[in-house]
């Protein structure tokens, strides 16, 4: 079965309906997902943003939120914006990464869905234990684990390997043939890519 | 019939694909296309941009440039890079806004082949003429009425408008009822919305 990484960043404003939807879709395809949770702030950084470049240029960022509600609606997902934007995303983002593989994807969606459907903090040390604990896991020994000095070096060298591949921004589809996708509206072509890219594989066996 | 505006840039590298397609589509959903030529420069200017913004950020230019290579020929286009990147626009949009209605749609398909399909120097007069005479235009006729002051004063006022609608970058497909629409990849969920508007009309009257 082919493999598509999901590269999302919590704060992203286009993360959130495409982790809403990505396993759906993917499971229709055929596809696995594999989700790879990094930070924007060092790309931005790079490229000299100290803020959302949503904050940065009003008129994208008026464009983006009226944009995203109108996704949110159509895909039936409720939509809160998030009070201040963008949120804090170091600590949700370590522990996205040190939590086993099999709970990543149902605490990235509790995060998404605390930030984006309820308007929560999800800076708060607090509201990610109980995100933690709604998901089933033991929320002060992920929260270890995650500001371990490992694991914290370990994100590092994600946002590295982010760097590396040439990701413009979140959410990003990348197939195993290297092929980025940008955008929740990408998803499908991505989807279609990484099928095809099987099929040759499949072919020349 | 609703109509939906077209907002287009001829340095723009996503309008080409929008451009190639957008009758087609309308057609098939039974929509009116209005083509509205305009200047992004203005716009970047605003925003403190002096360059296309996938010269002065690299990585969003080489994903651009790949995306837009994908996306040719997923749709049987032919791809050349401008060179140089952006070409300048000022000529061509003043005789898109010129022309007669009816042969708009033409010449500017005609600029964005010449420009992405066969690299061609679209800021050259005389390359100019030769694609006006191609659509069947009185092409010196056409030059003198794209350069005559009225002209350029409803050039400048169009990207006032573009200003005032907020227009984020381009291609924009804007509906009767104001929503807009940012990218060759939500054509589809613009003619959608477009339809929507008018259903909810209809069932008014």
Redesign the interface.
């Known amino acids: 079965m082919p493999v598509l990484d999901f590269w999302y960043e919590f704060a992203s404003t286009y993360s959130y309906p495409a982790a809403m939807r990505v396993e759906a879709l993917a499971g229709q395809s055929g596809v696995t997902v594999r989700w790879r949770p990094f930070l924007l702030g060092p790309?931005f950084f790079e490229?000299g943003w100290r803020d959302s470049p949503f904050n940065i240029?009003p008129?994208?960022g008026?464009?983006?939120w009226?944009?995203l509600e109108?996704i949110c609606d159509?895909l039936s997902l409720p939509f809160a914006r998030p009070d201040p934007f963008p949120q804090s995303t170091l600590l949700v983002a370590r522990v996205a990464l040190a939590i086993e593989e099999r709970l990543r994807p149902a605490f990235s969606r509790a995060v998404y869905d605390a930030e984006f459907a309820k308007g929560r903090a999800i800076a708060d040390r607090a509201v990610v234990a109980e995100l933690l604990s709604e998901i089933g896991a033991d929320a002060e020994a992920m929260l270890g684990r995650a500001e371990s000095p490992e694991n914290k070096a370990a994100l590092k060298a994600v946002c590295e390997e982010a760097k590396v591949l040439?990701?413009?921004?979140a959410p990003c589809f990348v197939t195993e043939s290297g092929?980025?996708?940008?955008?929740n509206?990408?998803l499908k072509?991505a989807l279609d890519?990484a099928l095809r890219g099987e099929t040759r594989e499949e072919a020349r066996r």
């Open positions: 790309l490229a240029y008129v994208k008026r464009y983006m009226r944009d109108r159509s040439g990701l413009p921004g092929e980025i996708f940008w955008g509206d990408r072509a890519w």
